[in-house]
T-cell receptor
Framework: ELKVEQNPLFLSMQEGKNYTIYCNYS?????LYWYRQDPGKSLESLFV?????AVKQEGRLMASLDTKARLSTLHITAAVHDLSATYFC????????????FGSGTQLTVLP | KAGVTQTPRYLIKTRGQQVTLSCSPI?????VSWYQQTPGQGLQFLFE???????NKGNFPGRFSGRQFSNSRSEMNVSTLELGDSALYLC?????????????FGPGTRLTVL
């Protein structure tokens, strides 16, 4: 059974600072997703990481995947207030259909 | 291109009642998955339908059921509602079944059970 752990669960950071959210998973995952959720809203897809060493960047966010370490990271560069949200990573157990297994989420607050 | 739509957006029911939620996937998508989100348990997979067939089911009691129609629209039903069923129910659509493609989520239906 795939288990996904994120840390930290809560993160307060100053605008302009850098930080990394970590996502560890327990068994082989066919792919790794990162989603963003604003309060009371649905999930917005940020990144899909398909293979070992994959790196994707969009604006101030960069995601990477190390399948050997079973680790994905979401790096935030020069944070701005608009990035305040909850970020989830999710894996797909090998051999399953569309079953996403989510981490607990990281609630990010960017302070002025 | 229209996104995933879910109706209703908000619902209030009482214990013991049943409820039906609806999801219309992105045009051309044939896979629909349902998830439950609660503060205590987080996001949990309910089931996935592809081409009108249930492909996967999560660890939920039989009170939770679903179906998919020939136009790929899906419904989920919860019978004999319990207080713990209060949650945000999210539907996601995807072009493919299997471990391919990306899931796109709808706005969710917030169910409150009193």
């Amino acid at each position: 059974e795939l288990k996904v752990e994120q840390n930290p669960l809560f993160l307060s950071m100053q605008e302009g600072k850098n930080y990394t959210i970590y996502c560890n998973y327990s068994t082989t995952s066919d792919r790794l997703y990162w989603y963003r959720q604003d309060p009371g809203k649905s999930l917005e897809s940020l990144f899909v990481l398909l293979s070992n060493g994959a790196v994707k960047q969009e604006g101030r966010l960069m995601a990477s995947l190390d399948t050997k370490a079973r680790l994905s990271t979401l790096h935030i560069t020069a944070a701005v207030h608009d990035l305040s949200a909850t970020y989830f990573c999710a894996g797909v157990p090998s051999g399953s259909a569309r079953q996403l297994t989510f981490g607990s989420g990281t609630q990010l607050t960017v302070l002025p | 291109k229209a996104g995933v739509t879910q109706t209703p957006r908000y619902l209030i029911k009482t214990r013991g009642q049943q409820v039906t939620l609806s999801c219309s996937p992105i045009s051309g998508h044939r896979s629909v998955s349902w998830y439950q989100q609660t503060p205590g348990q987080g996001l949990q997979f309910l089931f996935e339908y592809f081409s009108e067939t249930q492909r996967n089911k999560g660890n939920f009691p039989g009170r939770f059921s679903g179906r998919q129609f020939s136009n790929s629209r899906s419904e989920m039903n919860v019978s004999t509602l319990e207080l713990g069923d209060s949650a945000l129910y999210l539907c996601a659509s995807s072009l493919f079944s299997g471990a391919q493609g990306e899931q796109f989520f709808g706005p969710g239906t917030r169910l409150t059970v009193l």
